[in-house]
């Protein structure tokens, strides 16, 4: 089992960064694979993927429209994991959630029903 929180929300002005974190508690999260979903009340689908990173973090992924902007990071030792953003715009604002799932590889990395635990969500608010 995985207890996730999120923190590092609020509201930036467009250009501005933010960085949320992700702190995990129960099982180390070594075994898991973790993630980044943003979601936008009303919008489908629910639960956007941002960015992802293998158990090891060896490997990243990214969505098309965070690439070059967002970077995802984590240290197990610390069982935590962050998204650094950079450049934000209004369309970026979202509830960001992190998630943690096991068995996770590949493409499935970037699919939300891929991932067993969530944390409760932060809010990121772009705006002038």
């Known amino acids: 089992q995985e207890q996730l929180a999120e923190s590092g929300g609020g509201m930036v002005q467009p250009g501005g960064s933010l960085r949320l974190s992700c702190a995990a508690s129960g099982d180390p999260v070594t075994r898991y694979a973790m993630g980044w979903f943003r979601q936008v009340p009303g919008q489908e689908p629910a639960y956007v993927a941002v960015a992802a990173i293998s158990w090891d973090g060896e490997n990243t992924y990214y969505a098309d429209s965070v690439k070059g902007r967002f970077t995802i990071s984590r240290d197990n030792t610390k069982n935590s994991m962050w998204l650094q953003m950079n450049s934000l715009n209004p369309e970026d604002t979202a509830v960001y959630y992190c998630?943690?799932?096991?068995?996770?590889?590949?493409?499935?990395?970037?699919?939300?029903?891929?991932?067993?635990?969530w944390g409760q969500g932060t809010q990121v608010t772009v705006s002038s």
């Open positions: 998630a943690a799932g096991l068995e996770v590889e590949g493409t499935q990395h970037t699919n939300w029903a891929a991932y067993d635990f």
